[in-house]
């Protein structure tokens, strides 16, 4: 029996479905946690490319900057279905959170209005300074703005307040 955490022991986990706007607001929440996540992009042949990056998100839409002529960025534009991972660091069961989104790839290209968006977005300022490539602009290229259409949110601590650990957010789904 865990002395810190018996509600990890409860069998049968709750199945508690929460409420669409409280579960994306937990889901937003995993999303500030971190700017890495990993990228999942179909390649030529049909295997996966999977490729740590960094994001930010605006809401449930998630930006990412693909380096040109990258294998991934070639990948979304052949097929544009892409999944994306974020995940708190584990320590441990009690702490366990992250967020699986699937949907497909929009590629924004330079100079339009999503871009300039997007853009805005993408903290951008912060890699050019490490990278030394200058501040006085973004980097030019297609920026990548992922609209889920589905999200798999997992929080254990949920079970805390009889929710169930997993939850399902789709985007056409009330």
């Known amino acids: 029996m865990s002395t810190a955490h018996p ?3 409860e069998k049968p986990w709750p199945t508690k479905k929460m409420p669409r706007e409280l579960l994306e607001r937990h889901i937003e929440r995993v999303l500030t946690l971190t700017n890495i996540g990993v990228l999942g992009t179909v390649s030529k042949s049909g295997a996966p490319i999977v490729s ?3 994001f930010y998100a605006d809401g449930l839409q998630v930006y990412i900057f693909p380096q040109p002529n990258s294998p991934k960025l070639k990948a979304m534009q052949r097929d544009p279905r892409v999944g994306f991972t974020v995940m708190n660091p584990m320590a441990g069961w009690a702490c366990t959170m992250g967020a699986q989104i699937f949907g497909n790839a ?7 209005p999503e871009w300039e968006y997007g853009m805005k977005i993408f903290k951008w300022v912060a890699s050019s300074f490490e990278m030394g490539t200058g501040l006085d602009s973004p980097p030019r290229g297609q920026l990548m ?3 889920p ?7 254990h601590f949920m079970r805390v307040d009889g929710w169930a650990p997993r939850q399902i957010w789709r985007k056409d789904e009330d």
């Open 145 to 147: 703005r992922l609209d």
């Open 52 to 54: 740590p990056v960094e």
């Open 7 to 9: 509600w990890l022991e």
């Open 149 to 155: 259409e589905r999200i798999v949110f997992t929080e």
């Open 106 to 112: 929009t590629l924004l290209d330079v100079d339009t």
